[in-house]
Structure formats: C-alpha cells, structure tokens
C-alpha cells in the first residue's frame, strides 16, 4: 500500500497541492494538508482499497482539514469565513468528479520560483511540490545533506508567506525576470526523470512527462521567448528515446546500444519543429541560439543520425563549444569531451578530461571516471580503466546505473562503446 500512495502521489501530488494553494492561499498549509491527507490514505485504504480517483480523494480529505484548521483558530475572520464556506461546498459537490485547473501547476512553478526566493531555494521548493521529489533524494541530486535541503525549503515557504506572496502566473511584463529560474527547474524535474539520481529506477517517466506537460503549457502562455521552445524541443528529443533506453527489466540501454526504431519518431518530428519555431524567433529577434536551443540543436543530431557512427560527432563538437561559452559548466565540457572521444579519437579527449579532473570542479560525480574509464578502455589501457569504472559505480546512486558500471568494469578489455556521457 505504500508503494501504490507513493505511486499516487509521484503522479498527481503537485497538482493536490496547487489545488489546495489556490484555495488557500498558502502553499506552505497546502502542502501539510496534502501531506497529512496522505497519511490518512495509508490507513483508511489499507482497509477500504485504492478510490477510483485517489487524487480527487486526497484534495477532498485536504480540505476538511483546512476547514479543521481555520475553525480552531480564536479569532476566524471574514476571509477565512469566506474560505471556509468555499471549500465546504466544493467538498460536498467534489467527489470523484474533481479534476485539477490546467494552470494550477503552472502556478505554483511561479510561486516557487519567485525572486524573494534565492536560487537554490527555487530549485529546491519546487523539486519537492512540483516534482514530487522527497527530501533526501534532492539531497543527492545536489550533493548536500539532507539537512541542508530541509532548511532551505522551511526557510522558502516562510520567506513567501512573509512576503505575502500571490498564488499566481505572473503578469506579462514580469515573465523576462521570472522565466530563467522557472525554465531551469523545469528541466532539472526533466533530467531527474530522464535518468533519475538515485533509486531502483533509471527512468521516471511521469517525472518527465510533468515537465514536458509544464514546458508546453509555458509555451504557449510565451509563444514569442525562444529559449522556451529550445527547452520544450530538447525535451521532445530526448523523452523519444525513452522506450528505447530501458529493458523489460529495468536494465539502462546507453545510446550505443540503442535499437533506434524504437525512437518516436512523432515526437522527433514535434522536436524539430519547436526547434525551427526558435530559430526562427531567434533571427527575427536579433538573438543567438539560448543554452536551451543549443542542446536542442545536439539533441537533434543524434535523433536523425542513423547510427552512432553516422552522427554528425564533428556538428556536436561545435556546439558543445558554443553552449561553453554562453554557459560554462564542466558537465558540457565533459559532454564535448564525449564528442571529441568520436570525432578525433580518445587520445584527443583525454587531456580534456584530465584538466576537469585536476580542477575538481566534477568530484563526487560519478560521470568523471565513468568517461575516463571509456576513454582508457578505447586506448587499450584496460587497468587504469577498470579501477575507473570501479570508482565510478562506487560514487553512482542510482542501482540501475552503479550495475551497468560494475558489468564495465568486469568487462573491460572487450570491445565497448564510446562514453557513459552519452545517456
């Protein structure tokens, strides 16, 4: 029963508690109300089973208990009173019929991405109520005790309740400001689902289905800011490969084993034409290609390669190095490391590699040595790869990745593919 709430709540919590913000007023009480309706649900359908609409459920229980909450304060003014009343009678009238309001969730993405809240306040709040992301495992996405995470999402919804915050989408001429951090932690839910940082689990597909699902809804509320058609382009290229990416079993297929006909080609063909959208709003403009449409324009390449052999590896580079300029990160140049490796050879690629891991920019990340160790094994150097790949699956948190570098490891010196990177 557990694992079924879990299940419930990984697909429809950031909408109860976007129902429940809207409501109330308070995303900080929305989300207690939402979690202590699902303590109720681990008891009561342990007895009585799983309802027909377990989220219609949920909200209707969250409500009582707003209701609960506002009746036992001393002092219940006309506000509340209202609320109260409001929430009585979409409680009675609810039942299963309840469906969340499209824009909820869009609306709690900006609420969680305000500018009152520093950076990683942002991506923090909103991996926990938007994507659904417990705590701990925010903690290893980024690297940080669990504690720390803690702090930083108290400290939020106190900073936006004391800020009186508005549950909203923000006017028109607030989006510029706000859509930076509202696109990043849109893809970061995105990446968590792709190939998720810890767990049993490679893929989250309903991780990144929600951002997907978010990504198109910004598109069409800013059908005139190019970077978020880049960042709903790579996202359509990169979820086509989804079916492709994973055995019955859970196993992960990195993209040199990938049976391609397995790509959707439909949602290739969707992502190519996002992209051209963004180009073409780019030039009309008078922008460059974003960071966004340049992994979009990566994306692509290998989505209409095909094989790996046929990509484009030379077309990779350059854009690898033109996303390091206008965003520098060491996991694009790890990336371009990648693409050199295919396009020059891995002797090419090493000392990028090297000088990545002499800055230590990467440590505790295990995709360093897993590049390495693929670099190593294509120059014959198969002891110093192995001890790589050892120490790559010893950092990796995610069970399905640490398996596959551990079979790495037992298995270098035979034939391989060309970078861990390549996912």
Wanted: proline share 5%.
């Amino acid at each position: 029963m557990r694992r079924r709430v879990d299940a419930v709540w990984r697909i429809d919590g950031s909408h109860v508690v976007a129902t429940l913000a809207r409501l109330t007023g308070d995303l900080g009480l929305a989300e207690d109300l939402a979690q202590e309706a699902v303590l109720d649900a681990l008891r009561q359908w342990q007895e009585s089973g799983v309802p027909e609409n377990p989220a219609a459920w949920l909200t209707a229980v969250a409500k009582r208990k707003a209701i609960d909450v506002w009746r036992r304060r001393e002092r219940l003014d006309e506000r509340h009173r209202a609320m109260a009343h409001e929430l009585e009678e979409s409680v009675s009238g609810a039942g299963d019929a309840w469906q969340p309001i499209p824009d909820d969730v869009l609306r709690l993405v900006f609420t969680a991405c305000h500018p009152v809240l520093s950076r990683e306040a942002q991506v923090a709040l909103t991996l926990k109520v938007v994507g659904g992301l417990t705590t701990e495992e925010i903690a290893r996405l980024f690297l940080l005790p669990v504690s720390t995470v803690q702090q930083r999402i108290v400290r939020a919804k106190k900073t936006l309740a004391a800020a009186k915050v508005p549950f909203e989408v923000p006017e028109p001429a607030e989006w510029r400001a706000r859509l930076g951090p509202v696109l990043g932690v849109v893809y970061l839910v995105f990446t968590e689902g792709y190939a998720a940082t810890a767990g049993d689990r490679w893929i989250r597909t309903e991780l990144a289905a929600e951002a997907l699902r978010l990504g198109r809804v910004l598109d069409g509320l800013l059908p005139r800011e190019p970077e978020v058609h880049g960042l709903v382009a790579l996202m359509e290229f990169q979820a086509s490969r989804f079916r492709a990416r994973e055995r019955p079993d859970g196993t992960p297929v990195l993209l040199d084993d990938q049976d391609r006909t397995l790509w959707d080609r439909s949602q290739i063909g969707r992502g190519r034409t996002v992209l051209a959208r963004a180009d073409d709003l780019s030039r009309r403009l008078g922008r460059s290609r974003g960071s966004y449409a340049l992994q979009a324009a990566i994306a692509e390449c290998h989505a209409v390669a095909p094989s790996v052999e046929a990509t484009d590896w030379a077309r990779i580079v350059l854009l690898y190095e033109a996303l390091g300029r206008i965003a520098p990160n060491p996991f694009v140049d790890l990336n371009r490391a990648v693409a050199v490796s295919m396009a020059m050879g891995p002797a090419s690629a090493l000392p990028i590699v090297d000088g990545l891991r002499e800055g230590g920019a990467l440590a505790g990340s295990h995709l360093l040595p897993s590049v390495r160790g693929e670099l190593l094994a294509r120059l014959g150097r198969h002891e110093e790869a192995r001890t790589e790949f050892e120490a790559a699956a010893a950092l990796a948190r995610n069970e399905r990745e640490r398996s596959v570098l551990r079979e790495k490891a037992a298995a270098v010196g035979k034939p391989a593919g060309g970078g861990e990177a390549r996912r």
